[in-house]
């Protein structure tokens, strides 16, 4: 585990605003997310900025350097230093030397604010979308019926902070019989992702044992991010993309999505 230092205070994952409501002549209050700048910063090169819920910070810079590749394992990164500021948050980086030189030539660079709702925002061209992507296993694999429904049936459960706003998205690591083991929220299902990505690498759960459960759609940036991991199997609960699919039949990744009845359909 590499050194982590944190200055300054966590803001909250949400807040709590007052409301006219139009239905009564009473306010209301409703919980929002709160949606913060954070500064990827390597050896004092800035990478990204993007917008995210500011939770689960570590499992962000681990997951999101792992995912972008900026690094390939958590070794590689010698002190993180969690900084917190009225204007967002920063992650200071020292990384390997090693890595750093490789990163400095990469040629999959960002250079652009990445929203919440962006997983690909600053790349310099296309290229990164349409290559082919490798498989991660040689024959996809099968989740049972029964572990894919007992997943979704606990899923909302275990979502705090969208259970407070009804506004944010999850991404869950669930076990091959169906029991959750990991959720990571925020309000970009990809940065949502990163953070499970990160949480998992930090608790040393291997990608093949079990599969990823997302609140949404299922959309190329999951599906790559998955793929970079070695993830085998994907349930969302919203339908894939017809360029997701595509990218998941390269990589021989399974998805699963819920359909209008509440059941489940396997894609490919």
Same mark, same amino acid.
């Given at each position: 585990m590499f050194p982590v230092d944190i200055i300054g205070k966590p803001p909250p994952a949400s807040e709590t605003i007052e409301v006219d409501s139009l239905d009564t002549p009473h306010h209301g209050r409703w919980h929002v997310p709160e949606e913060t700048p954070v500064a990827f910063v390597y050896n004092r090169r800035n990478y990204a900025v993007m917008l995210a819920t500011p939770a689960d910070m570590m499992d962000?810079?681990?997951?999101?350097?792992?995912?972008?590749?900026?690094? %390939? @394992?958590?070794?590689?990164?010698?002190?993180?230093?969690?900084?917190h500021s009225e204007n967002g948050i920063?992650?200071?980086?020292?990384?390997?030397?090693d890595r750093l030189a490789r990163f400095d030539v990469q040629a999959r660079r960002r250079n652009l604010v990445g929203t919440a709702g962006c997983g690909l925002c600053?790349?310099? %061209? @296309? $290229?990164?979308?349409?290559?082919?992507l490798a498989p991660v296993i040689e024959v996809p694999v099968k989740i049972s019926?029964?572990?894919?429904?007992?997943?979704?049936?606990?899923?909302?459960?275990? #979502?705090?902070?969208?259970?407070?706003?009804?506004?944010?998205?999850?991404?869950?690591?669930v076990h091959p019989d169906g029991t959750i083991n990991l959720v990571r929220e925020d309000v970009g299902r990809h940065n949502a992702l990163d953070k499970l990505i990160g949480a998992m690498a930090l608790a040393e759960i291997k990608s093949t044992d079990g599969f990823l459960l997302m609140s949404s759609?299922?959309?190329?940036?999951?599906? $790559?991010?998955?793929?970079?991991?070695?993830?085998?199997?994907?349930?969302?609960?919203?339908?894939?993309? %017809?360029?997701?699919?595509?990218? @998941?039949? #390269?990589? %021989?990744?399974?998805i699963y999505a819920r359909d209008k009845t509440g059941g489940v359909k396997r894609m490919g």
């Open positions: 962000f810079a681990l997951g999101f350097s792992l995912t972008e590749r900026v690094i %390939n @394992a958590s070794a590689e990164i010698e002190h993180l230093e969690i900084n920063e992650l200071f980086f020292k990384i390997d030397a600053g790349l310099e %061209n @296309a $290229d990164s979308i349409l290559a082919p019926k029964a572990a894919l429904e007992q997943a979704m049936r606990d899923f909302a459960s275990l #979502q705090p902070i969208n259970q407070r706003t009804k506004s944010v998205h999850g991404a869950a690591w759609r299922c959309s190329y940036e999951i599906i $790559d991010k998955a793929a970079r991991r070695g993830i085998l199997a994907i349930l969302c609960l919203s339908a894939p993309t %017809n360029l997701a699919l595509n990218k @998941a039949r #390269q990589a %021989n990744i399974t």
